[in-house]
């Protein structure tokens, strides 16, 4: 199983809590092989648009380091064989503890080597996000760490190479993010908001954005990868680097299906066969209405057009209010949202337990109480409702494929057995990736109309279903 939304709550002075730095979307490097390659094209453009001041900022978790390992957070090869790095590790052994350098060099010759080297701050873990700033200019480099500038434990210069930015040592050769751009020093870590300024940024204005993503273009911000589930550039300049020998992003931004409410809809009738059956069914889905008229989530019929529908919104005078409710061919049995104050355009998540003679509706993972009910409608499981049930549906209503379902959903889970409140509830903020017992349907809409319950049961969208960023 996957952790998509789940909040946890962690307690820190105030001290702590003013310069802690939480990253949800970032690239995680395995420190073996893999990087972010930035092609001649985008290096061109790069070096087109930079300044004699450049200003290089990111936020790390250093993953794999102990203090005596190396890893390269981004390498640039110049002509004449110079390089430049921003390296993580121990470079010499007259630094013993963690610390970041930015250097430039002529490979050709070791003693041609300019470098400056920080130690970093005693409270850096690596399970800690910190953020890094690199001020680079003809005269000085400086390097500020979580906003506080660093305190250097060596400083030198060699041979004519001068602190400056990465263009005073020629076009730019062989590009990457998280290698020293020669297939060696992998770094092994999280980096997240990877961003390249043409200009020297000042501290309030680090610090401005320490904790922040960027997503728009910005003045002087000449390469912005937000690293939130691709190597994209946000800079307006489209510099990106492409993710090589599978660099991770473990919470790559997820997805759900959106229906337009005029004819979308997704066919499940391949899984039929496994819904006609005595066992007690759990349906649960997320869903966020765009309207409050009456729309249908799902529906499922038989070769007779009996059918059982479950919809959202006010069905009958009986139900006030924003609802979900289910009907059975011309008799209705509701629920009224009591616990939610606003469904419409809020996310949701509801599970319906269909059980003998009885059908229990949650909201949010709360039991809510049923209204108008019935007594001529037959309580059970979905075959008892429609018996030889061959054809089911998302989004819209069987047999008319009328009141089409406008807004999103996601996590789309049938269940051949009663989930208990508990079941319901520990589960409800996960995605299921995995097949599960009694799993008969699993479509997270992340990007994909497959089933990953492990029945295969995969499906279509119908007429035009786009994917849209879960919020």
């Not at 909040?7 to 949800?24: D, E, H, P, R």
């Not at 200019?137 to 506080?148: A, F």
């Not at 499940?268 to 819904?275: A, G, H, M, Q």
Request: hydrophobic fraction near 35%; proline fraction near 2%; aromatic fraction near 10%.
């Amino acid at each position: 199983m996957q952790l998509i939304r789940r909040k946890k709550f962690n307690f820190y002075s105030a001290k702590t809590l003013q310069n802690l730095i939480i990253v949800n979307k970032y690239a995680l490097f395995d420190d073996v092989n893999d990087y972010l390659n930035i092609t001649s094209e985008d290096r061109d453009k790069l070096y087109s648009l930079i300044n004699d001041t450049v200003t290089i900022e990111f936020r790390m978790r250093n993953a794999y380091g102990t203090g005596t390992d190396s890893g390269a957070v981004m390498g640039i090869r110049g002509s004449s064989s110079n390089e430049f790095l921003i390296w993580l590790g121990n470079y010499t052994s007259n630094v013993s503890s963690e610390w970041l350098t930015v250097s430039c060099s002529n490979t050709s010759s070791s003693s041609n080597t300019s470098a400056l080297m920080c130690a970093r701050p005693s409270y850096i873990t690596h399970t800690t996000w910190v953020h890094i700033a690199i001020v680079m200019s003809p005269n000085y480099w400086k390097i500020y760490i979580d906003g506080v500038e660093a305190t250097y434990a060596n400083q030198t210069t060699f041979n004519g190479l001068k602190q400056g930015t990465f263009k005073d040592f020629g076009i730019l050769g062989a590009t990457a993010i998280g290698q020293r751009s020669n297939d060696t020093g992998w770094y092994g870590g999280g980096l997240s908001d990877f961003r390249i300024w043409n200009t020297e940024r000042t501290l309030p204005e680090i610090n401005a954005f320490r904790t922040k993503s960027i997503t728009t273009p910005t003045t002087g911000l000449i390469m912005n990868l937000l690293l939130n589930g691709d190597g994209n550039d946000n800079s307006g300049n489209s510099i990106n680097a492409t993710p090589t020998n599978g660099v991770a992003f473990p919470y790559k931004t997820k997805t759900a299906a959106s229906f337009d409410g005029v004819n979308d809809y997704i066919p499940i009738d391949n899984v039929t066969s496994l819904l006609n059956t005595t066992n007690s069914q759990t349906i649960e889905f997320w869903i966020r209405p765009k309207a409050s008229s009456v729309r249908v989530i799902a529906g499922f019929k038989n070769a007779n057009n009996i059918y059982l529908l479950i919809t959202f919104a006010d069905w009958t005078s009986a139900i006030q209010g924003e609802s979900i409710s289910i009907r059975s061919d011309d008799i209705v049995v509701g629920v009224t949202s009591t616990t939610v104050s606003q469904m419409v355009n809020v996310w949701s998540h509801a599970a319906i337990v269909l059980k003998n003679n009885e059908w229990l509706f949650y909201i949010n993972g709360v039991l809510q109480t049923t209204g108008n009910s019935n007594n001529d409608l037959t309580r059970g499981n979905l075959s008892s409702n429609v018996p030889n049930l061959n054809t089911g549906v998302i989004g819209t209503r069987l047999p008319n494929f009328a009141n089409h379902f406008i807004g999103d959903i996601h996590d789309f889970r049938i269940w051949n057995t009663e989930r208990t409140q508990a079941q319901i509830v520990d589960n409800m903020n996960i995605t299921i990736t995995t097949p599960q017992e009694n799993l008969v349907v699993n479509y997270t809409l992340d990007n994909t109309f497959d089933d990953l319950s492990g029945n295969n049961f995969h499906t279509v969208g119908m007429n035009g279903i786009s994917f849209i960023e879960r919020d």
